[in-house]
């Protein structure tokens, strides 16, 4: 029966990551940074696009046809709602994108910090490869040493048994 080895310890891949936690959310935690940064994700989407120039479109048939009279042509109350849209979009998008750049900073500050650590880690394997392999040689030539020096008593041995053995067999 073996001994229970011990379980190792779990890496924790993120630990150079959590200093930087509090980047993760752009405008914060609460409800309305949240949605704020939604909608700031929102405004360079297909979907948006597409409905704004749909909105613009129907506008404009509507008051060019004549249906309806809210804003005829130049289109002002249009001019001031895109304007309008301009001032809060243009902040909302100018703090996502500082944000944005916070945290990959940020991200690439935890990365360098994770590059050096594996280099620290992987010169002090090496320094210790070298140990080891330093005493591995030599270790292996006190191993030549002494099989060279069992080799030489094992003849000497040989030497002094065929001597006895010569000088017995001649005194009988």
């Known amino acids: 029966m073996t001994p229970d080895k011990p379980k ?14 509090h980047l993760a959310p752009t405008f914060g935690n609460d409800t309305f940074a949240l949605k704020a940064e939604a909608f700031a994700r929102f405004f360079g989407t297909p979907t948006f696009l597409g ?28 001019n001031l709602a895109f304007s309008l ?11 996502a994108q500082t ?22 880690a992987n010169t002090e394997r090496q320094a210790q490869a070298e140990q ?14 002494l099989t060279e020096m069992t080799q030489k008593l094992t003849e000497h041995i040989e030497t002094l048994t065929c001597e006895m053995h010569e000088h017995f067999v001649r005194k009988t």
Not at 16 to 21: D, E, K, L, N, V
Not at 53 to 66: E, P
Not at 99 to 120: C, F, G, M, N, T
């Open 99 to 120: 944000r944005q750049a916070a945290r990959d900073k940020a991200q690439s500050d935890a990365d360098a910090q994770h590059r050096e650590a594996l280099a620290v």
């Open 51 to 78: 409905a704004q120039t749909a909105i613009v479109i129907l506008w404009v048939v509507l008051n060019v046809t004549g249906i309806t009279h809210f804003d005829v042509y130049p289109f002002i109350l249009l």
């Open 8 to 21: 190792p310890t779990p890496v924790d891949h993120l630990r150079f990551h959590r200093a930087h936690a």
């Open 132 to 145: 080891t392999s330093k005493q591995l040689l030599a270790l292996l030539e006190q191993n030549t040493h």
């Open 85 to 95: 849209q301009s001032a809060y979009a243009a902040p909302l998008i100018l703090l």
